[in-house]
């Protein structure tokens, strides 16, 4: 292992262990619409585990640099959202938006002192493709395509359009495989019928979320 690993994943977990019940407390009152509403232990302990793996996975890809401040608010995010859509079929602007001002601020920040504009450049025209294709998907199919859900992959689009074409694709891919075979798998077990509406922030979440771990990334 190397020498300075075992620090930064330190550094990882106490963000964790800090970050996570706050997380928790905010999705858990979004989600029942109530300020007071106060997260179980067991809610608390999942999210905080959660952020931990995907703080763990951010700092892997990209190690300790600005681009790592938006893979890890933008994890942070994906909870709050994923969590938030499953209970209510809502992906809250509150959450969103200040995702898209401090990934971009971060990713600005990181080609300015390393120099990395052809990333910024990829990372801004992805997130324009993504949202108007996005858009258009949800003109034609409001039913299949919420404009919570067209913001959620402008996100994504900046995202993981800072690694690559190929991994916001493999990320589009793997979000809309990993979206129909939870949809079978419900109506299989008859927890849903042909028209209940399943919520597609997560599946694109968790799309996202393999693209970067199984793609090859480049950050030449």
Do not use: N
Not at 19 to 36: F, H, K, N
Request: hydrophobic share 60%; aromatic share 6%.
């Amino acid at each position: 292992m190397e020498p300075g690993r075992p620090v930064t994943l330190g550094l990882v977990l106490i963000a964790a262990v800090l970050v996570g019940p706050r997380l928790s407390r905010v999705t858990v009152r979004m989600a029942a619409r109530d300020d007071a509403a106060v997260p179980s232990a067991l809610r608390t302990g999942v999210t905080s585990a959660l952020l931990a793996g995907l703080l763990a996975g951010a700092v892997g890809l990209t190690g300790l640099r600005p681009a790592t401040l938006a893979l890890a608010w933008a994890a942070g995010a994906a909870v709050v959202l994923g969590a938030v859509d499953l209970a209510m079929h809502r992906l809250p602007d509150r959450i969103t938006f200040p995702a898209y001002a401090v990934c971009a601020a971060a990713l600005l920040a990181d080609a300015a002192l390393l120099g990395t504009w052809a990333a910024l450049v990829r990372a801004v025209l992805a997130a324009a493709a993504a949202f108007a294709l996005a858009a258009g998907a949800a003109a034609i199919s409001p039913q299949g395509l919420g404009f919570g859900d067209v913001k959620l992959l402008g996100l994504l689009g900046l995202v993981l359009g800072w690694f690559g074409w190929g991994i916001l694709l493999a990320g589009v891919f793997l979000g809309l495989l990993t979206g129909a075979i939870a949809s079978l798998l419900l109506l299989a077990t008859r927890r849903a019928g042909w028209r209940t509406a399943v919520p597609f922030g997560p599946p694109l979440l968790a799309g996202a979320v393999l693209a970067l771990t199984l793609g090859t990334v480049s950050l030449g």
